[in-house]
């Protein structure tokens, strides 16, 4: 069974910074895409940004120039440097993982971290 463990979420004043990690353990071959989503209350889980094994990103547009995705592949670890936030940015951030064991890739989820932005 693989895990993701979320740290790092928490209350911050708008133009704050907060940095989430999220480190992937267990039984695995290797990991391809890692990324981070996000749930507002009242509204679906939407995309944050993406990292790939080989260092390729995607984000959102509403985060772009705010927030940058980073991964430590020795470590199974993937980060999230949230700039600049704002109270929009406030949510549930949940990790996300696809996870190659032999040759079938399977989705974990971490169990998700409260970002709250406010004043």
């Known amino acids: 069974q693989v895990q993701l463990v979320e740290s790092g979420g928490g209350l911050v004043q708008p133009g704050g910074s907060l940095r989430l990690s999220c480190a992937a353990s267990?039984?695995?071959?290797?990991?391809?895409?890692m990324g981070w989503y996000r749930q507002a209350p009242g509204k679906q889980r939407e995309l944050v940004a993406v990292?790939?094994?080989?260092?390729?990103?995607n984000y959102a547009d509403s985060v772009k120039g705010r927030f940058t995705i980073s991964r430590d592949n020795a470590r199974n670890t993937v980060y999230l440097q949230m700039n600049s936030l704002k109270p929009e940015d406030t949510a549930v951030y949940y990790c996300?993982?696809?996870?190659?064991?032999?040759?079938?890739?399977?989705?974990?989820w971490g169990q998700g971290t409260q970002v709250t932005v406010s004043s």
């Open positions: 267990g039984s695995m071959s290797s990991i391809n895409d």
């Open positions: 990292i790939t094994s080989g260092g390729n990103t």
């Open positions: 996300y993982a696809n996870v190659v064991k032999r040759t079938a890739k399977y989705d974990y």
